[in-house]
């Protein structure tokens, strides 16, 4: 269901997450982690997502994951480069200079393949996933980015009033999935500004170190 779910999402252009500038909250707290510039950042399910444009105008370079290959071709032809494509086993590589988007299923990502990472930013990538799958998905991060820090973004909100995704994120499920590998520091908690998809719902953004 997931990924028949998010491919149509992406073919239908039903995608309104994808938002039309970097994320406010990436510019205000990725200098949280004290990450020096040509370090590579590591963003699963990562769309077409401006927050990597902007990290490559601060001079880090970029991994991604995606399920959607036509999002990643978008995403290089916004961006102006022409990718190198080639195949690594199950997976897809679109890659270029400080750039490189593995396009398939997050788990058939080896910590081989991915290479060294320095940091993980997820905005779209634990909120995207249903709770049984985030259990999975948590330790597989952790595990092909060799427990590298992370910003973390996660909604929180009445589950009973709206279906994700996004799915809401407790304090208490941020913790199950991460304080035995990171110290956990919540650095904001806010009131969206016009609420999600009508609802009231607060963002969280998380410092795993």
Not at 174 to 182: A, C
Request: a negative charge.
């Amino acid at each position: 269901m997931e990924r028949d779910f998010w491919l149509s999402r992406w073919k239908e252009n039903n995608i309104p997450f994808h938002e039309s500038e970097a994320n406010p909250l990436l510019l205000k707290y990725f200098k949280e982690l004290s990450i020096p510039k040509d370090s590579r950042i590591f963003i699963p399910l990562c769309g077409k997502t401006l927050d990597i444009a902007w990290f490559l105008s601060k001079g880090y370079r970029v991994a991604g994951a995606e399920l959607a290959e036509m999002a990643i071709q978008q995403l290089f032809q916004e961006l102006g480069v022409e990718p190198k494509i080639s195949e690594e086993g199950k997976l897809t590589l679109y890659s270029a200079n400080g750039i490189d988007i593995f396009v398939g299923d997050i788990f058939d990502l080896s910590k081989e393949v991915l290479g060294p990472v320095d940091a993980v930013y997820d905005r779209a990538a634990f909120v995207a996933l249903p709770q049984e799958t985030r259990i999975r998905y948590s330790s597989h991060l952790t595990q092909i980015t060799n427990d590298a820090p992370q910003l973390l973004i996660t909604f929180e909100y009445d589950q009973t009033k709206m279906a994700g995704p996004p799915f809401s994120i407790s304090t208490e499920e941020v913790n199950l999935h991460y304080k035995s590998t990171f110290t956990l520091k919540n650095l904001a908690s806010q009131e969206m500004v016009g609420g999600l998809k009508g609802h009231s719902a607060k963002e969280n953004v998380w410092k795993l170190s």
